[in-house]
């Protein structure tokens, strides 16, 4: 059994008609193929797909012994109940109304009190309309070089700026942070151009990790990670560029990229389509994680959203930031040679799947991803380092 982990009477019944069943010849063991399937009948109906992938986990562990003993059946299974809230048939009925049913709302009370978190980063060579696909995302002028007056001059280098702003909507209070990249790609030698986005993006991690480990902690951690990279694609109409492929597989480990088309309506929808399939294998002959698609989804409904999303990828965007009115109403877009071009209209570009998916859809799972997996990752390797370095000489 796990450590302090204890088991009621009729819990530990409910384990043990299971196990009993299936040992018919009573020598106190099961076939060890067996244990996914009475881990399951224990769980019962309750059982997703993460209980489901836990159970897997643990029967793995185990399953080196071609039999299993009641004893180590159970102690699995105190491992697993720790791990999740679905208990299925060991549950224990409740025989009036308690009132923990009203802790959803008191969680959304108290973070409406705290307001929530999102940092972007966008990258992309000048001219490609980043400042105002951003200003269109947010509805507003929050891009930097919309908050920055006077000329913008091209760096000789890549260069990483941020400007923060805190947006409301129906009283949810949001501190969004846009990171620009001015430099990027717009040299002749483009090499290692990349280098001060993933530095950037390390010291946000350092500087989290850093204030985690403090014996004296901030009641709130000041959350400065990337949650988020859009990059954007030059409508060539040809493949990815070596820069690209270079820039994403550089710094997929480090922050979800969703990558977009740029200014798409200067292709034709034939010539877009096509752009579109072979960035797509591109990205699988370079074998570049992209978000959401190179990330596993235990959850079926959740890999149901992400499959279609990923028909979408990359995003054929537009963005414009003046309405124009197009039969009575005023729409954002631009007038081209050939008619108007809607931003939000889903059969001119994809603008309005990738502003779902950040904004109304993703926005906490590209926190979480960015928590749980690449920060994660970040964390652990940082720790064996300090681990392996000498007496003194850890600077965590």
């Known amino acids: 059994m796990a450590s302090g982990s204890i088991l009621t009477q009729n ?54 012994n071609p039999t299993i003993a009641f004893a180590d059946f159970l102690e699995m299974m105190g491992e697993i109940l720790t791990e999740t809230t679905r208990w299925g048939n060991l549950t224990t009925r409740l025989e009036g109304y308690v009132g923990f049913d009203t802790i959803q709302e008191q969680i959304r009370k108290k973070s409406l009190k705290k307001g929530f978190e999102f940092n972007l980063i966008v990258v992309g060579e000048s001219g490609l309309g980043k400042s105002t696909l951003v200003n269109t995302l947010f509805k507003s002028k929050i891009s930097r070089t919309s908050c920055t007056p006077g000329p913008h001059i091209i760096p000789k280098t890549t260069e990483v700026n941020s400007v923060s702003h805190v947006i409301e909507e129906q009283n949810v209070r949001l501190k969004l942070t846009i990171t620009d990249t001015p430099g990027f790609g717009d040299q002749i030698n483009n090499d290692k151009c990349w280098a001060p986005i993933l530095e950037y993006v390390n010291d946000q991690f350092a500087q989290y990790l850093h204030e985690e480990v403090n014996i004296v902690r901030k009641r709130i951690i000041p959350d400065t990670r990337v949650h988020c990279c859009l990059y954007f694609i030059p409508p060539t109409g040809h493949c990815l560029r070596p820069i690209d492929i270079e820039f994403m597989k550089r710094l997929d480990e480090f922050v979800n990229i969703v990558p977009v088309i740029a200014k798409s309506d200067t292709l034709t929808i034939e010539e877009r389509d096509a752009f579109k399939a072979r960035i797509r294998e591109d990205l699988t002959f370079h074998n570049i994680r992209i978000y959401p698609s190179g990330y596993n989804y235990d959850d079926e409904e959740e890999s149901a959203i992400n499959n279609k999303i990923e028909q979408f990828i990359p995003f054929a965007v537009i963005g414009s930031d003046k309405e124009m009115s197009v039969g009575g109403k005023r729409v954002l877009g631009r007038q081209t040679k050939w008619g108007f071009v809607e931003v939000e209209n889903k059969k001119h570009c994809e603008f309005a799947q990738v502003r779902d998916m950040l904004i109304k859809t993703h926005m906490q799972d590209l926190k979480e991803t960015t928590d749980k997996v690449h920060y994660e990752n970040y964390r652990q390797r940082r720790l064996r380092e300090s681990k392996a370095a000498p007496m003194g000489e850890s600077n965590i």
């Open 11 to 64: 819990q530990y019944d409910v384990i043990a008609k299971v196990f009993r069943q299936a040992d018919t010849e009573e020598t106190g063991t099961v076939d060890s193929s067996r244990i996914i399937e009475l881990a399951l009948a224990v769980l019962g109906q309750t059982a997703k797909d993460p209980e489901k992938q836990l159970v897997k986990y643990y029967a793995n562990l185990r399953g080196n």
